[in-house]
């Protein structure tokens, strides 16, 4: 299979190693690019195996909550340029989408669409917007949380990510205090999951599975490697998963189940800005041909 400047790029975003490394990997692995991935990661060349890559669409989240803090909204609005979402038109209007998405009980991109803010729809409202401005907007994403317990949000860097968290207990000063520190907490450290008992059966076997390889590469004797596969399996739960990760603003190492206390994380949602999105980057493919070629 021909391995392009694109899929080179693609992996390179993706795991941030060498471009020569990458090309390797795609042409060792005939152009299949989880596996090529993989074998990055086996070999210590990948710095990460996040498919998000880099961010490469510009927005902003827009977040809300319910009076009873019962149901918490996040709201991936995109503009093309950075430019437009600090002006007012922009703001406002992803600031009135999620007073609306609240007051109409709107849990998808379809139902948001449809709700009517001063005879107007709110799709109806976007084109106007679009035209306006002249510049393609979207609203790309949104995430409904409702509760028995209580939600809260976090919005970071202005608005470019965007938390909600749901927890058990009532909305209290102190428990609401408590909930938006962990959000602080999901924003900086981007757990994977909630829980171990939330990690599949095949995410931890592949993470095993490359753990095996290196350490088989280290020259580690067989009859030892299941007994570090065992504190690999240990670590990569404390990296992970959100409950079992060291609270970021702890001073003691405890982690956020631990910090959390008499209430429970019940669950997480985290958006950030351009997440999945890659802008065109002619001049980057075009020198990567090039290098590839030479």
Do not use: W
Request: aromatic share 6%; glycine share 8%; charged share 30%.
């Amino acid at each position: 299979m021909k391995i392009t400047a694109k899929m080179v790029k693609e992996l390179r975003d993706i795991t941030a190693a060498g471009m020569m490394d990458c090309k390797k990997a795609l042409t060792e692995k005939e152009g299949n690019m989880e596996a090529a991935i993989d074998f990055l990661r086996e070999k210590g060349m990948a710095k990460a195996a996040k498919k998000a890559g880099r961010i490469a669409a510009e927005g902003l989240v827009f977040d809300g909550i319910s009076e009873d803090a019962k149901t918490a909204i996040v709201l991936e609005f995109n503009s093309e340029t950075d430019f437009v979402t600090k002006s007012d038109d922009f703001i406002n209007f992803g600031k009135e989408v999620i007073v609306a998405a609240l007051a109409n009980n709107a849990t998808t991109i379809e139902e948001l669409k449809a709700v009517v803010i001063d005879g107007e729809t709110i799709e109806t409202r976007l084109t106007n917007l679009i035209a306006k401005i002249g510049e393609n907007m979207n609203l790309r994403r949104m995430e409904v949380v409702t509760t028995e317990g209580f939600v809260t949000t976090y919005n970071h860097m202005g608005g470019k990510l965007g938390v909600i968290i749901e927890m058990t207990g009532e909305a209290t000063e102190e428990n609401v205090t408590k909930a938006k520190g962990i959000a602080m907490h999901v924003a900086a450290m981007a757990p994977g999951y909630l829980a171990p008992e939330d990690v599949t059966t095949e995410d931890l076997k592949k993470e095993m599975e490359i753990a095996k390889v290196q350490l088989l590469e280290q020259g580690k004797p067989e009859k030892i490697i299941e007994n570090i596969l065992k504190g690999k399996e240990r670590k990569f739960y404390e990296e992970a998963c959100l409950v079992k990760q060291v609270y970021v603003r702890a001073e003691n190492k405890e982690t956020v189940e631990q910090f959390a206390g008499d209430i429970t994380v019940k669950g997480f949602s985290r958006f950030k800005v351009g997440d999945g999105i890659e802008k065109k980057d002619e001049d980057f493919a075009a020198e990567v041909a090039a290098q590839l070629k030479g």
